[in-house]
């Protein structure tokens, strides 16, 4: 069996270490603060996140940017040099277009380097969703299976990662669009929150609202509850937008009942920040997606 690679996108939210233990390759992606461009690597040499989150409660403004055809060429091409096989999983294609951008690249590539299998797979999720995918994409790998095998893996089960999250501001869900401007006064003033998963197509979708922060955090495990397989069995992962208490209060209560085999906290990071503001928390396991 060939050697390949497994590479994914910072919008993969897991932390340094498990990147380090598993050795995947990331690509970094920027992001716009107040006119100026900051790349986000796994290790926040140029913006930790904390900074990030304290700039967008000071009032300042980002957005995001796509991973472009140079970038993802630069990176595909010395792995390929290397003589290394390379499978990308990439950021949901129902949310930015990385993934069509690197299929642009890999079609070039292949005819440079024909004998040198290349492949990108659409996640269909998003942050420690996109994470938890990946992190158990590479534990296959371990047990043996080729790349065109894990590529039906995670084919097969990229809709059983299930993806739920709450988040404290609603003004980045209004100015994303997710919710009207009615929606953020109203639910603000009353605290409530909006309780948001991932569908089949790799879409941000609001799912149900909840009163308050503790039942916004109880609904994450009521849906854990009723929608994972095998729970005993997983590690899940629970991430947090710079709010590491509640992501330790949940992640408690989890390893009190003794739900769960494992669990990795991890910071979003400001790609995904970007869009949901400080305070997200996201709970997500393998199961059964069930958007109700």
Known sequence: ?????????????????????????????????????????????????????????????SVTTQ?????????????????????YIAFSSGLSGTYNNSQLVIQDLKEEYPERKIISVDSLSASVGEGLLVYNAVMKKEEGLAIEEL??????????????????????????????????????????????????EG?????SKVRGDKKSLEKLLDKMLE????????????????????????ANIIREKELVKDIIISTIGPIIGTHTGQGMIGLTFMGNKNLK
Not at 29 to 56: G, Q, V
Not at 161 to 186: M, N, P, Q, Y
Not at 203 to 207: D, G, P
């Open 227 to 250: 929608d994972g397989a095998n729970l005993k069995e997983q590690t899940i992962i629970i991430g947090h937008a710079d709010s590491l208490e509640r992501a330790e209060y949940l």
């Open 203 to 207: 879409k941000l979708v609001n799912v």
């Open 67 to 87: 991973i472009n055809y140079f970038t993802y060429r630069e990176c595909f091409e010395k792995l390929l040099k290397e003589g290394k096989d390379i499978l």
């Open 1 to 61: 069996m060939k050697d390949y690679v497994i590479i994914t996108d910072s919008t993969v939210d897991l932390p340094l270490d498990i990147i380090e233990k598993i050795n995947i390759g990331i690509i970094p992606m920027a992001f716009d603060m107040e006119n100026i461009t900051y790349t986000h690597y796994p290790d926040e040499r140029e913006m930790t996140s904390h900074e990030f989150y304290e700039r967008l409660k000071n009032g300042d403004t």
């Open 151 to 200: 590529v039906k893996w995670i084919e097969e089960h990229r809709n059983n990662t299930c993806h739920w999250f709450t988040v404290e501001d609603l003004h980045h869900l209004k100015r994303g669009g997710r919710i009207s401007s009615v929606e953020a006064i109203i639910g603000t003033t009353l605290k409530i929150k909006p309780v948001l998963s991932v569908d089949y």
